[in-house]
Nanobody, 114 residues
């Protein structure tokens, strides 16, 4: 069973930056399309960004130009660099295989507040 471990969250002021990491215990990680998701209190979980095995990336409009997804296949890790954070980015952030097909990890809390 694949395990996902997210880290890197925290409390940051508006305009600040954070870098999230997610390690996957999947030997064929280099072949996996990966997504970052987030879930704010009282809201549905939503996709934030995607990275394909080719390295191609996709972003939702609300993070375009502020967030960057990347991957290190050797480390079986996907990253989310978040810049110019806004209070509305406050959420628990998760990574998963495309379409959320693996068991969810515990996520990492990101709080943007002054």
């Amino acid at each position: 069973q694949v395990q996902l471990v997210e880290s890197g969250g925290g409390l940051v002021q508006p305009g600040g930056s954070l870098r999230l990491s997610c390690v996957a215990s999947y030997n064929l990680f280099s072949h996996a399309a990966m997504d970052w998701y987030r879930q704010a209190p009282g809201k549905m979980r939503e996709v934030v960004a995607s990275i394909h095995p080719s390295g191609r990336t996709d972003y939702e409009d609300f993070v375009e130009g502020r967030f960057t997804i990347s991957r290190d296949n050797y480390k079986r890790t996907v990253y989310l660099q978040m810049n110019n954070l806004k209070p509305e980015d406050t959420a628990v952030y998760y990574c998963n295989h495309k379409f959320g097909t693996w068991p969810w990890g515990q996520g990492t809390q990101v709080t943007v507040s002054s």
